[in-house]
């Protein structure tokens, strides 16, 4: 257990699909974060939300929608997704960024 | 930019050697953090070590202990004793008050028995 659930594991969505990504931290930070990991790139920061404010958006394609409606919780909302959309999608926490962040297990999205 | 370098794609060595994975780094900033993150084939982004630029000392955890080189910009990772649970992809990472992390892109390891 580290802290930072992510649900689901595993996702298969068609591209007219509407999906959702969970993640839930439970150790009182105040900061939240969205990372795609796809194979053979470097992690790829997508979103992040400090104090339930979203303070960072790196171009993420509007197909991709973030929404932390409290300090503990982050979804992500998915819909008319690409193939090449599929990844491993990292959520993680943090109280002070130089500390470190904790990570979620991921939930690894394929889009068909 | 800040930016952050992982020279070694892979690297393997046999189980109960020491390895030392590289990593440079660049920013403009005077105080940052250094941090080296494992993740396993459970795809779990585990922290591993962390080093504060304005400390001289060497950080250590155990079996892994860092070379902070901060006029080199240079932030390798030992690992002592290998062992199979090490393999791992391993990547360093910069923190210098942004709100983000700079990631390298990783080294894969692979500890062979």
């Known amino acids: 257990e580290t802290g930072v659930t992510q649900t689901p594991r595993h996702l298969v969505m068609g591209m007219t699909n509407k999906k959702s990504l969970k993640c839930e931290q439970h150790?009182?930070?105040?900061?939240m974060y969205w990372y795609k990991q796809s194979a053979k790139k470097p992690l790829e920061l997508m979103f992040v939300?400090?104090?339930?404010?979203?303070?960072e958006n790196n171009s993420v394609p509007s197909r991709f929608s973030p929404e932390c409606p409290n300090s503990s919780h982050l979804f992500l909302h998915l819909h008319t997704l690409q193939p090449e959309d599929s990844a491993l999608y990292l959520c993680?926490?943090?109280?002070?960024?130089?500390?470190?962040?904790?990570f979620g297990s991921g939930t690894r999205l394929t889009v068909v | 930019a800040q930016t952050v370098t992982q020279s070694q794609p892979e690297m393997s060595v046999q189980e109960a050697e020491t390895v030392t994975l590289s990593c440079t780094y660049d920013?403009?900033?005077?105080?940052?953090?250094l941090f080296w993150y494992k993740q396993p084939p459970s795809r779990q982004m585990i922290l591993v070590i962390r080093?504060?630029?304005?400390k001289q000392q060497n950080a250590t955890e155990n079996r892994f202990s860092v070379n902070f080189q901060k006029a080199a910009k240079s932030f390798s990772l030992k690992i002592s004793d290998s062992q199979l649970g090490d393999t791992a992809m391993y990547f360093c990472?910069?923190?210098?008050?942004?709100?983000?992390?700079?990631w390298g892109a990783g080294t894969k390891l692979i500890i062979k028995p």
């Open positions: 993680a926490s943090s109280q002070q960024g130089r500390s470190g962040y904790t």
């Open positions: 150790l009182g930070h105040n900061a």
């Open positions: 939300y400090s104090l339930e404010e979203r303070v």
């Open positions: 920013t403009s900033e005077n105080n940052y953090y």
């Open positions: 080093q504060e630029a304005y």
């Open positions: 990472a910069l923190w210098d008050s942004n709100y983000q992390l700079i």
